[in-house]
């Protein structure tokens, strides 16, 4: 099954410890020297949907994402002061789960396993799965990028934005927000239309500012989506050629044992998710007493 242009190489059999997947992470090591690893944990195989952006997983979601952002902003205005990025906004955003156009990832191969087997997943009777990216370090974004805002700000674009129609002039529309952002970004959009809409219909890796503790905690990145043609078209969107991506399937029954053992490495919820309601929930487990 190809995902997004790739067939996804499954390695060997499920795990069943940590030290089988340190073998295997170890082997990935060996490859080029100018390639960066990058690994995702999903709670199970979920097939053509895998490594899909939450906002895509519901109609309403991507027809409605300018909405969402909006209200999300109005609502924590403070938090955003003038001039901040649409990215940022969003990276943000998708910390707190309103759904995005970005799919995180970590350079920690830890952390996915760890998101992968999350105790707290509800797909208790699937093997879970950690995959890993391959791709050059040249592939990788900086967060200000003028090619990430021109992905990111189509997030605050209409349900209709459409660059396949001659008759709406959406690209203005796309660049006029843009600037708002990066006042000079016209003068490099001027005559490039061509080149911009070819450049709408990639997936892009970017690091991002480390904005949260989570995201410092979890050593985190992005995969930030753009569209096919319509806001409402996410397929036909590919990752980039030199990337490669193979899977770690981890059997369920071991699910618990190995939640323990990346305890004693540190990974638990509180590392990886430090805000004041999930520590406290931690916490209070630890001292869990039934009556």
């Known amino acids: 099954m190809k995902i997004f242009g790739k067939t996804i190489v ?13 073998n295997i992470i170890h082997e990935k090591l060996r490859i080029d020297p100018d390639c960066k690893l990058l690994f995702r944990g999903e709670h199970r195989d979920y097939g053509e949907t895998a490594l899909l952006p939450q906002v895509f997983r519901n109609d309403n979601w991507i027809q409605n994402e300018d909405v969402m952002l909006n209200n999300y902003i109005a609502k924590f205005h403070e938090a955003f002061p003038k001039g901040i990025s649409t990215f940022d906004i969003i990276v943000n955003a998708d910390h707190f789960s309103l759904p995005s156009r970005v799919l995180d990832v970590s350079y920690s191969p830890l952390t996915a396993l760890y998101m992968a087997c999350n105790p707290d997943s509800t797909d208790i009777n699937d093997d879970p799965i950690v995959y890993i990216f391959e791709l050059p370090k040249r592939d990788i974004h900086n967060w200000n990028s003028d090619t990430v805002a021109l992905l990111a700000n189509l997030a605050r674009m209409k349900g209709n934005f459409d660059v396949t129609n001659p008759n709406h002039d959406t690209l203005s529309t796309l660049i006029h927000t ?5 006042y000079d970004y016209y003068n490099l959009y001027e005559g490039k239309e061509h080149e911009y809409k070819n450049i709408l219909n990639q997936i892009i890796c970017v690091e991002s ?3 949260n503790q989570r995201i410092s905690n979890q050593r985190g ?6 569209i096919n043609g319509t806001k409402q078209n996410f397929k036909g969107l590919s990752f980039n050629d030199s990337v490669r991506i193979s899977s770690i399937a981890i059997q369920k029954e071991k699910k618990d044992e190995i939640m323990k053992e990346l305890t004693v490495y540190g990974y638990d919820k509180m590392t990886m998710f430090p805000d004041m309601e999930n520590v406290c929930e931690a916490i209070k487990a630890e001292f869990k007493q039934t009556i």
């Open 178 to 182: 843009i600037r708002e952002e990066k």
């Open 10 to 22: 499954r390695i060997g059999k499920p795990i069943q410890s940590l030290p089988e997947f340190f």
């Open 209 to 211: 500012k480390m904005l």
């Open 221 to 226: 990145l992005f995969f930030l989506f753009g």
